[in-house]
């Protein structure tokens, strides 16, 4: 099994015979997908997804791929193929093409449907070519053929990648539902044609890969959704992804059979739930979706509610209910139905939503107490599935974080991929596929890129951990006057405290010690005041830690009179 390490150099030129792939993001991370593959001099990007912030990423609205490595090269790019419409593989596109607004973008209906909307914010007209599955297209270098899977949203699809240095077949994300609610299957009898014809390196979705068995099919949950209308006394909330077509279909459904009226709540939600319905995707019973400005006029046991925030996210609507920052207030008596899979790092996030909405009396229903929710990826007895149809010569897992790549390296290796051809690779790595034969050959630049307001690639990672140290250990000024002739203290010190639970006079304890260290160092001829305010930084950061544990973040400041 090749393996990424830390002391591997930039990646040498490309074999004239070869076929490059660099992972720019969904490697080691669930979100930021973005793979980059080259052969002749000539570039293709599957997704370009993004990140959402953790706790750790405070003030973030979103977190980019790194284009550094398209740097003087996006000239070459032929195409961006996009396999689904989620956030987390065309949330980045607006700002890859912000750089050169003319390359193409290739994916599905409803796919391009959603990145149009979402680019016509940012006052981006794109190319567009949109394809179905089982289409072929030659773009230079690269022939693709696109097959049909399935997933949490309609219309995804597979991409397999013919070149004359080899082929390619990457699943996007994808599960094996025999029981879809749109009854598009995930097209098995391609990925056994491919298989046939010759798959040099197979790209998977890890994300389930430590999930035995098969995933739940999505009808399976419906007579759970439906009991939660049934038992529910007044209002019912539903918080889930905006994208999430087939759970928007499902309790649109479960509100006609109750005879309930439902409101979408949210711009991305009414957005994107608006071109399903337009495109056919999503299909709203008659008499059934008002406007959320007309639930005053409805009795509470007569409302739906739909909204976005099912990964606690701070600014979506579910929050800010829980918050009581939002015009829906949250009583006792309401149900809240979160209809959504925890992604790996919101889980505070989305438990401290709970607990505020049960505080306010409501009744919560999540995948954790009731079956109102599978998962869109493919779990372990379907990976190897897939693996003994396509008989890869080379696996490559993708779309996880880094123990769901291990897991799924894993699966193929049971399968029979001999263990020296399963590459596990990280964000940044670039793997070569040269005479049938994949590894990983170097690395290059692939940090994050963070979305700060209108600023994007500005923020850096000591901003960050200034931010967190303001958070978390509060902030003390303290300003003193120097006097120029004698260097002597004229004014000061003066303390000023924020963010401690002790009283602002607890600091007067420090206070001499600052006026002895300053009388020592201008006694011994320091005059500067970068040094001043060095000795001022350091006598106050060792009280704090001592007296009261904490390391805040200390700005001094002297002035001379």
């Known amino acids: ?85 989620h956030e987390d593989h065309i949330g980045a596109v607006p700002f890859l093409l912000r750089r050169k607004p003319d390359i193409p973008l290739i994916g599905s209906q409803l796919t391009l449907a959603l990145v149009e909307a979402k680019l016509k914010e940012h006052r981006i007209k794109p190319y567009t070519l949109t394809v179905r599955e089982g289409q072929r297209e030659k773009l230079g ?36 539902d025999q029981l879809p609610l749109d009854n598009r299957l995930t097209d098995l009898r391609a990925f056994a044609r491919l298989g046939e014809e010759g798959v040099d390196l197979f790209l998977t979705d890890s994300t389930n890969a430590e999930v035995p068995g098969f995933t739940t099919p999505e009808r399976e949950i419906a007579p759970a ?39 979408m709540v949210g711009r991305s939600m009414i957005r994107n739930m608006g071109i399903a319905a337009d495109l056919g995707y999503l299909h709203v019973p008659d ?104 008989k890869p010569r ?58 700060d307001g209108s600023s994007v690639g500005e923020t850096t990672e000591t901003l960050l951990k200034d931010r967190r140290i303001l958070r978390d250990e509060g902030f003390i000024t303290c300003i003193v006057v120097i006097d120029a002739a004698t260097g002597k203290i004229a004014a000061g010190p003066e303390i000023t405290a924020r963010g401690f639970a002790e009283d602002q006079t607890v600091f007067d304890q420090v206070i001499p010690r600052i006026e002895q260290a300053l009388a020592e160092a201008t006694g011994n001829g320091v005059r500067d005041e970068y040094q001043l305010q060095q000795i001022i930084r350091r006598t106050i950061g060792g009280w704090v830690g001592g007296k009261i544990k904490r390391r805040p973040m200390i700005i001094p400041v002297v002035i001379e009179a």
């Open 394 to 451: 080379n696996v490559m897992p993708v779309h996880g974080e880094y123990r769901h790549l291990v897991a799924n390296a894993e699966l193929a290796i049971q399968t029979g991929v001999p263990r020296e051809r399963v590459v596990i690779a990280q964000d940044g790595s670039v793997i070569d596929l040269v005479d049938g034969r994949a590894a990983i050959v170097g690395e290059v630049s692939c940090g994050y890129i963070y979305v």
């Open 1 to 85: 099994m090749t393996v990424v390490t830390p002391e591997l150099t930039p990646p040498p030129a490309l074999a004239p015979n070869g076929l490059r792939v660099v992972a720019l993001g969904g490697l080691g991370e669930v979100g930021r997908n973005m793979t980059v593959i080259e052969t002749g001099g000539r570039l293709l990007i599957i997704d370009c997804g993004v990140l959402f912030p953790e706790d750790h990423h405070p003030g973030i609205d979103l977190i980019l791929p790194d284009f550094e490595y398209l740097d003087g090269r996006l000239d070459d790019v032929e195409a961006i193929v996009l396999t689904h419409g």
């Open 141 to 176: 270098a690269f022939d693709l053929e696109f097959v049909a899977v399935n997933h949490s949203i309609p219309d995804a699809l597979a991409v397999f990648v013919r070149t004359p240095a080899g082929t390619l077949l990457h699943t996007g994300d994808f599960k094996m």
């Open 225 to 263: 959704i439906d009991k939660v209308f049934r038992h529910a006394e007044r209002r019912i909330i539903v918080a889930c992804f905006s994208s999430h077509v087939h759970r928007v279909q499902q309790v649109l459904d479960a509100a006609e059979k109750a005879g309930r009226k439902v409101a």
């Open 287 to 390: 008499g059934v979706l008002i406007d959320v400005r007309k639930l005053d006029n409805l009795p509470d046991d007569e409302v739906v509610l739909i909204c976005t925030g099912s990964q606690g996210e701070p600014m979506a609507a579910l929050s800010r209910m829980a918050n009581r920052d939002h015009r829906i207030e949250v009583g006792r008596g309401d149900t809240v139905l979160l209809a959504s899979s925890l992604i790996p790092g919101n889980e505070n996030a989305v438990y401290r939503v709970i607990n505020g909405l049960m505080m306010l009396g409501a009744n919560v229903v999540h995948k954790g107490n009731a079956k109102v929710h599978v998962s869109g990826h493919a779990s372990a007895g379907e990976l190897i599935y897939c693996y003994n149809i396509v």
